[in-house]
């Protein structure tokens, strides 16, 4: 927030964060909605967010005039809600009303798009950047996942489908563990049974590939699409992806003839395809970039052409929908599974605290083909006797290979299950394995079955 002499500056002319008003420089005159400013910022500059979207800094040396427009108060009192419903709650009269509402907000951002059939998905926020909007007048972030406020942003949705929303969480995605996942699970199941023809998941993007791999466990016998998408960058920039990646993966739950888990991201740098992933095949492999999200060492499933709204299905081995088939839920996982990255100098002691610790699970990340140093033997030996000890390769690209070389050949004669997926894949997989089975025995053999494509 503001401090010394910002602080004064703002007190002499009786604004706050959140009011709009006009300040005039001695060159310029800049009209928006006053910022907050961090905690650690200096006292010598405001930030107005202008209508173009863009935050500006003003140094108030140059300040000659503020002007109050209208106050944060008076900006709230006008602004117009437009009512929602839950799905299976009205009936016929019900949908009609929503119809009604959904087709006046389009019209009102220049819309005019009819609903020609009756298709419905539920959208679940869970938080993370795609999930949220910046509340301009007090510089917090907020859930923007209402009916309302979904319609009124990406006004597009309205001639795709009727889209129910909910707040299921709002957390980081870094925040997220395998508690969340179930309750994640738990509510698409529900929404299954509603029967929604898609389910949305509106998600943080650092640990949606973790989400995916382990919803396409805990989901099986899916009737229709269930769908995580992110963003890379804040719906308030002008180079967001949030309104593209959201149209993309509404229209892919929609219309797609597909079952399962997938993930919706940006295809490449431009606006034009988002790309759709196999929930466990996908990784984020750049901080920032909006085309992050690659599947590995396989094509997309599908491509969408946002403007022409044309789906391009790479993939001729999905399940295609079937409302008629009944989900079933699995939403179980053991946290006691630990994911570790072997290097060059690694402490085999790291093991055998995990033993110590009563770990049920380890999943290690080999070098190249799925090798690890001979000075860890006997600590992996022993892990074996009591847990689950699973390899996998660091190396983004290509397959599991340990039959190739006598450190994989030893590490499969001491109970090593090869798992040739993703490591962040397996670690979601060992999670649920161990909450899914009643010996080791079964879940050694779970693991080598194929039940989510997951496997190159």
């Not at 500056?9 to 420089?25: A, Q």
């Not at 400013?37 to 202008?50: C, G, N, Q």
């Not at 030893?410 to 909450?435: C, F, Q, R, Y």
Request: with cysteine; charged share 25%.
């Amino acid at each position: 927030m503001y401090k010394g002499n910002a602080y004064k500056l703002l007190e002499s002319y009786d604004v706050k964060v959140g009011d709009r008003i006009v300040v005039k420089t001695r060159d310029n005159e800049y009209r928006g909605i006053l910022m907050p400013r961090y905690e650690l910022a200096d006292d010598m500059h405001l930030v107005i967010k202008l209508r173009s979207g863009y935050n500006i800094g003003v140094s108030i040396d140059e300040i000659v005039s503020i002007t109050l427009e209208s106050t944060r108060e008076e900006e709230e009192e006008g602004a117009v809600i437009v009512g929602r419903g839950e799905v299976d709650g009205g009936g016929e009269e019900e949908e009609e009303r929503k119809r009604r509402d959904h087709r006046a907000v389009s019209l009102e951002h220049g819309y005019v798009y009819e609903h020609s059939t009756r298709i419905r998905l539920a959208m679940i926020s869970t938080g993370g950047t795609i999930a949220s909007r910046i509340d301009y007048r007090t510089g917090g972030v907020k859930a923007a996942l209402t009916a309302e406020e979904l319609y009124s942003i990406v006004p597009e949705l309205s001639s795709i489908a009727l889209i129910d929303a909910e707040v299921l969480m709002q957390e980081y995605s870094e925040n997220l563990t395998p508690m969340h996942w179930s309750i994640m699970a738990e509510r698409v199941g529900e929404k299954m049974e509603q029967g929604y023809d898609g389910v949305v998941i509106a998600h943080g993007t650092d640990t949606m590939h973790y989400t995916s791999s382990a919803l396409s466990f805990a989901l099986q016998n899916l009737p229709v699409p269930v769908v995580l998408v992110g963003a890379q960058r804040s719906s308030d920039r002008p180079s967001s992806d949030a309104a593209t990646n959201l149209i993309g993966a509404s229209l892919f739950a929609a219309n797609a003839d597909t079952s399962g888990v997938f993930v919706a991201m940006h295809n490449g740098r431009s606006d034009d395809k988002i790309a759709i992933h196999m929930g466990t095949r996908v990784r984020k492999n750049h901080t920032s970039s909006r085309d992050a999200f690659k599947s590995i060492d396989a094509e997309p499933i599908a491509l969408v052409d946002v403007d022409s709204r044309r789906i391009e299905m790479l993939a001729s081995n999905i399940r295609g929908r079937d409302k008629g088939r009944r989900p079933v839920v699995k939403a179980r996982f053991d946290e006691r599974v630990a994911l570790i990255k072997f290097y060059p100098g690694f402490d085999p002691s790291i093991i055998e605290h995990l033993i110590s610790k009563g770990y049920r699970g380890l999943v290690i990340e080999g070098t190249g083909l799925g090798h690890v140093s001979k000075r860890c033997f006997n600590a992996i030996r022993d892990a074996t006797a009591s847990m689950l000890v699973c390899m996998t390769s660091q190396c983004i690209w290509g397959r599991l290979r340990m039959t190739v070389y006598d450190t994989g050949r030893d590490l499969l004669s001491m109970g090593v299950v090869p798992l040739d997926m993703l490591p962040e894949t397996a670690l979601t997989k060992v999670m649920w394995v161990l909450a899914n089975s009643s010996s080791m025995d079964e879940a050694r053999s779970m693991l080598l079955s194929n039940i989510a494509m997951e496997f190159k």
